[in-house]
């Protein structure tokens, strides 16, 4: 097995210009284009292969004909990854950060190895994670998120073989739905649970969104629901109360739709619910936060460079706000010409020209975030979960324990220290917003910064051994 | 439970990678994660949760849930679905005798 730490890679003559942590869409457009320009970057990410999730495995589909069903937008990814390999940026891929300090340093685990590492600049693009779906029996083996799903057949061109079932809202159900069926998954039921109002909400913000990119966003979204009506998939609407069922796996999804209860055999649920910032990271190194209250999620303020409240810390990706994987690449892009700049590498001015491009592709992205946003809001089950659901599944807390803590007027930490959720191997992540999303609603207030959870090291739970073996710090 | 695509026409696949899963040789392709192998080769729950006991399997697919842990070649409590599969690996999760807790 290779070297787990390259000395040239931990110590490089010079030291690290910009480390970008996350090889997506935003951290590989960085990340070449700050090698582009002479620096020295190095881009560290947990996944074995390039791409985040939006374009796993995008590096071997070329050699799989079957991956075609994918669409024409996964294999966008193709160019991206092999401009990145022939940038010259150094990459260290199954590597995890589980520690960052102002300065810039960082601690990251690799192989079972620790080492500091240390740069000029961080430009964190850890992207989104799904936003958790506290519904009964969530913790069933055989229930998965909608992005784990689409992960194996990405990755390992894998489908479900059994009865399907995909539940939830937002754009990824829809596109994986029409996956899974080009796939050849038995889908038994669709369960959309966006309700009809939201679709008046979202009008008044029609005309934003048929600006820019807005209508290629839009037929697309079409395009796949008109897909799979042909595809004679069952679709039931405004679905509300889903429980999942079974014994030591999923057998069945309970529902209500079309003012009746409904039963479906099931032997993969794929939920979805939207997607949020991986937040930890941020919160880790002390970025301040502010509350989205269109997306429902705390997200780290930045500047017009994705320069975040730390000196030397950008962001940029969804893991600062949901902008999708075309806007990543341009948010990467202003993040790596805010660095250069920094660094003195580009003259301001020929920054500015530079990211105004950057920055006007953006907004052609973003301009049909806000009707989408208000179309596929999180459902009610996951603002308001009932009492039953496991909140944190790591340590096994139910939404009521935390209700009845949030009632008396518990923040999140203080539950948090009562309960114990949040403090297994996951960190908080699958329970946090939910916990933030109790208290909201048990105070009748939108949440404030502080309503989540204290991030602290280690981000990744780390044997005791591999923190004795870390080489002793320099200074 | 989960089955791999038919290979198109040129697929340059091949399940050259061979690993065990709780003691039993089970065929991976390049590129696969060791919790793809777990699920293409039958298998769903991988693990018990810490505090009642009950059977948990991956959940997100990219190192988020931590759901996945299993011991890989002596070693507890790793993610398996940001492992990628290689041969000779020694996979144990839950029913071989592997740990499913992460080690803090």
Same mark, same amino acid.
């Given at each position: 097995? %290779?070297?787990?730490?390259?000395? %040239? ?34 881009? !560290? ?43 010259? +940026? ?91 069926? +080009? %796939?050849?998954? =038995? ?14 909400? %979202?009008? /008044? ?14 037929? /697309? ?106 806007? +990543? ?27 105004? /491009? ?30 039953? +659901? ?28 009562? !309960? ?26 939108? =949440? ?28 | ?104």
């Amino acid at each position: 097995m %290779a070297e787990p730490w390259p000395e %040239a890679l931990v110590e490089p003559e010079g030291g690290w210009d910009a480390i970008v942590v996350g090889a997506g869409p935003a951290g590989l457009a960085a990340a070449t284009l700050l090698a582009q320009h002479g620096a020295r970057a190095l881009v !560290l990410d947990e996944q074995p292969e390039p791409g985040g999730q939006i374009y796993r495995g995008i590096e071997r589909a070329r050699q799989r004909p079957e991956a075609g069903l994918l669409g024409k937008d996964y294999f966008h990814g193709a160019a991206l990854v092999q401009a990145f390999r022939e940038s010259g +940026a150094a990459y260290l891929p199954e590597t995890g950060v589980w520690n960052m300090t102002r300065g810039v340093r960082l601690h990251a685990s690799r192989m079972g190895e620790s080492r500091e590492l240390r740069a000029r600049a961080l430009i964190l693009a850890v992207g989104a994670i799904e936003r958790p779906v506290p519904l009964p029996g969530w913790t069933l083996p055989g229930v998965m998120t909608a992005g784990a799903v689409q992960i194996l057949l990405k990755s390992a061109m894998l489908r479900a073989d059994m009865p399907l079932v995909i539940a939830g809202s937002g754009p990824l159900l829809y596109l994986l739905a029409r996956q899974c069926y +080009a %796939a050849g998954a =038995p889908i038994t039921g669709l369960l959309d649970t966006s309700s009809r109002e939201n679709l008046w909400h %979202a009008l /008044k913000h029609l005309p934003r969104a048929l600006r820019g990119k807005g209508p290629s966003y839009l037929m /697309k979204g079409i395009g796949m629901m008109l897909g799979l009506r042909r595809a004679g998939i069952p679709v039931f609407r405004a679905v509300s109360n889903i429980e999942l069922r079974g014994h030591d796996r999923v057998e069945a999804v309970g529902f209500d739709a079309g003012g009746k209860r409904h039963l479906l055999p099931a032997g993969i649920v794929a939920l979805h619910e939207g997607v949020i910032p991986h937040q930890n990271a941020a919160r880790l190194i002390g970025c301040d936060q502010v509350w989205d209250r269109l997306q429902h999620v705390f997200r780290p303020v930045t500047d017009e460079w994705r320069l975040t409240s730390i000196p030397g810390v950008f962001m940029a990706g969804d893991a600062a706000g949901i902008v999708g994987a075309r806007g +990543a690449e341009h948010q990467g892009r202003i993040a790596a010409l805010g660095v250069l700049r920094d660094l003195g590498r580009l003259e301001v001015a020929q920054a500015e020209q530079l990211a105004g /491009k950057e920055r006007r592709e953006l907004l052609g992205h973003a301009a049909v975030r806000p009707f989408l946003d208000r179309l596929y809001p999180p459902s009610r089950q996951v603002l308001r979960p009932a009492d039953a +659901a496991t909140a944190c599944r790591c340590e096994e807390v139910t939404v009521g324990a935390v209700r009845e803590l949030a009632g008396r007027g518990y923040g999140a930490n203080q539950i948090k220290a009562e !309960l114990r959720c949040g403090m297994g191997p996951c960190q908080g992540r699958l329970c946090g917003p939910t916990v933030t999303a109790i208290i909201s609603a048990a105070r009748g207030a939108a =949440p404030e910064a502080a309503d989540y959870y204290s991030i602290r090291p280690p981000l990744k739970p780390l044997a005791m051994s591999e923190l004795a073996s870390l080489p002793a710090g320099r200074d | 439970m989960f089955a791999r695509l038919e290979a198109g026409p040129g697929d340059e696949h091949d399940e050259a990678i061979t690993l065990t899963v709780d003691g039993v040789p089970v065929a991976a392709r390049h590129g696969d994660t060791v919790a793809a192998v777990l699920f293409a080769s039958g298998r769903l729950a991988v693990r018990m949760s810490a505090v009642s006991g009950s059977p948990r399997a991956p959940y997100c697919m990219m190192g988020v849930c931590f759901e996945c842990l299993v011991t890989i070649d002596g070693r507890a409590g790793v993610q398996a679905c940001m492992t990628a599969a290689a041969s000779g690996m020694d996979v144990r999760t839950a029913q071989g005798g592997g740990h499913g807790r992460a080690l803090a």
